[in-house]
């Protein structure tokens, strides 16, 4: 009788590792491999030497999601059942793809890199082959051990459990060990005619690319190009919103580069997380910014209509901003919102000028911005020079006007949580009763590192040493071409940029504007 392994009663990993001690070579036949899971087994690959049948031949079948599956059951189309050389190469980079994103999931240990390492040199000396079934789907999952044994020389496993630990040993699976001679052979012949089948291609050269680019390398990256990657990523959110939004045309020669930057980075927070903050300092022209935000939702496909919140003595301001670029919006004292905001009827961008005047939610004039942004289901845009006063509260209780502090935002109070609770996730939510990465967790911690993370997703600010250093022009001294601030020599004449040199901004119709120069004088004071 066959033994049955359900990984309850009985692990199928224990019997194949220990049938694998006494093989010569393996045939697997799975539809998912884990790289990570291959330690569980790679020791007894080890000891072979490599090559022809004395290596592991490792068979994966192509598995589409149910979905799919589904999708291509109902299809209209003619099934497709011959498989051309663009598919071959186009599923090959799909499943590299996939292995690739196999090894970002969860926190890479030591234990994962080795054995990834060992996985990579059995896939490079030929102990390990690996090739994609490709001629249809397939979802087998086999286990064939040879070894030279006259009375027992193939024992196979049939089943449910795939390549991975999960499948080897945790959740529930349904397997059987074949001893028949017969039955054997067959499942031998079965897997060669799909080995050698021609659209089985190898992927061996394939794995080892994967791994030998991802962080189980076994050469050290120099820190030039491990600091490009975390620039690459820390700037996601501003990549994004470059590529995805673009200035309305008729306010393209209105704004200056860099003001055009910080609408559509801020363009990407308010789409995300439906409300931004911007934070530039006074005279970098936030106004305009929040203007030519509120047109970016106001033009196709968005076609969202403005209600602009502001001090009394900034409605006129804004009531001509309004007219000038074609803002369609309602402009309301935020002194009157208490009277107004109860009947007004739907905005679904609300500007908020002046936004750290809100900082304080006991107040009942922050409960009837709340109380409208909320039941409108409203992107708020805010526009403060000081969003943060005297707490981080203060920028909490801003946020709270378009966030409800429950609410998911990706991150974690990391410093928070290695100082005050020993790095331990359940000894936060056992504290504070919160999840961890909701912005209530961030109104516990007073560390500044936690509160620079937050602001990444919801605030755009920029200081005027930023705008000279990246955004501003100079003129080169030999032959008076204008240069970037950020060129090192002047294409023309070749000579690099003087150091001492004065650098500034071209406004609309060339007029320039140079950056004011800071004088210290010194006060000598004459003592008797």
Known sequence: MPRIFDNIELDLLPALGQTLLVSERADFCVGYF??????????????????????????????????????????????????????????????????????????????DESGLRRLAAQLKTGKLVV????????????????????????????GSSNLTLAGLSHQGELNVDVLDHDATEKLARWFDDRWNDRWCVDITKDLIEVIDESWARTDVLPPFLIYVKMAYHLAEEARAGLSEFTIPTDMRGILLEFQSAAVRIA????????????????????????????????????????????????????????????????????????????????????????????????????????????????KCILVSATPYNKAYLDLANQIRLFLEPEDVVGIRPEEYLRRDCDARVDEFTRKHQCPVNCLSA?????????????????????????????????????????????????????????????????LEGGTRFHFPRQRIRAHIRLLR
């Open 267 to 378: 363009a990407r927070h308010l789409q995300k997380r439906g409300g931004v903050i911007l934070g530039d300092v006074v005279g970098l022209g936030k106004t305009l910014m929040a203007t030519t935000l509120a047109r970016v939702f106001q033009d196709p496909p968005h076609s969202l209509e403005t209600l602009i919140l502001c001090p009394k003595n900034l409605v006129g301001m804004w009531e001509d901003y309004a007219h000038r670029y074609r803002l369609i919006a309602k402009v309301v004292s935020t002194t009157q919102a208490q009277n107004i905001l109860p009947d007004l009827r739907r905005f679904r961008v609300v500007i908020i000028d002046e936004s750290h005047n809100l900082r304080n939610r006991e107040g009942r004039r922050w409960a009837a911005i709340r109380d409208y942004v909320s039941r409108n289901a409203s």
């Open 131 to 158: 090739k994609l079934f490709l001629r249809h789907m397939l979802h087998a999952k086999l286990y064939l051990c040879f070894r030279a044994d006259a009375n027992n020389p193939i024992t196979g496993f049939l």
């Open 442 to 506: 961030f109104e516990k911690s007073m560390y500044a590192d936690d509160w620079r993370e937050l602001m990444r997703l919801f605030m755009v600010r920029r200081t005027r040493s930023f705008v000279e250093r990246n955004y501003s022009f100079t003129q080169c001294p030999s032959c008076a071409t204008v240069l970037r601030a950020t060129d090192e020599k002047c294409p023309n004449c070749e000579r690099a940029k003087a150091k001492e040199d004065r650098r500034f901004l071209i």
């Open 34 to 111: 884990n790289l990570r899971g291959w330690k569980q087994i790679d020791s007894h690959v080890e000891r072979w030497p490599g090559g022809a049948a004395q290596q592991c031949r490792l068979l994966v079948g192509m598995q589409r999601l149910p979905q799919d599956e589904l999708r291509q059951a109902y299809s209209l189309l003619p099934k497709e059942d011959q498989v051309s050389n663009q598919a071959v190469i186009r599923l090959k980079r799909r499943l590299a793809k996939e292995f690739q994103d196999q090894l970002t999931f969860g926190a890479p240990t030591d234990e």
